[in-house]
């Protein structure tokens, strides 16, 4: 019983050690894929952070000082392939729900939608855009520490 208990629980951490950091993987697996355009960028400048759609300059200048950006990375999609389009976007979205990641905003016009999602542990906060327009799809991650 202690045997079958102990591999349980031994499963159970690796299942969940394996399913942790999805989005991650997917920039990973796509960076050097020709299909993808991938840009890296590791501490993005205030006008950067400013022309992110869910940060205010006050947010910026006055009250955020403490948290500094860790990076970004977008990855867009570079090719008219249907089938590439559908499983790229199924990918994203699996690899967003095994994250853990909450839907914070939709902005839909017509077949355009952007979406934006947030994940905020200890170890600082994730914030995720996925455009979903026929034809382009990107995906962005920006990665904070966490505030002071």
């Known amino acids: 019983m202690k045997k079958i208990l102990s591999i349980l629980f031994m499963s159970a951490i690796f299942v969940a050690a394996a399913s942790a950091q999805q989005i991650e993987r997917l920039f990973d697996k796509y960076q050097e894929d020709e299909r993808f355009n991938y840009i890296y960028q590791k501490r993005p400048s205030v006008m950067d952070r400013l022309n992110d759609a869910n940060t205010s300059y006050l947010d910026i200048m006055i009250l955020n000082k403490t948290t500094a950006s860790l990076g970004r990375q977008m990855l867009t999609l570079n090719s008219a392939d249907k089938s590439l389009e559908d499983s790229f976007t199924r990918e994203v979205e ?47 991650l920006n990665l904070y520490e966490p505030k002071k």
Do not use: C, H, W
């Not at 909450?102 to 952007?114: A, D």
């Not at 855009?129 to 799809?137: D, Q, R, V």
């Open 94 to 140: 699996n690899a967003l729900n095994a994250d853990k990641y909450e839907q914070i905003s939709i902005v839909r016009n017509g077949k355009n939608r952007v979406e934006t999602y947030e994940k905020i542990t200890d170890k600082g906060t994730a914030k995720v855009s996925f455009i979903k327009n026929p034809g382009n799809i990107m995906v962005t």
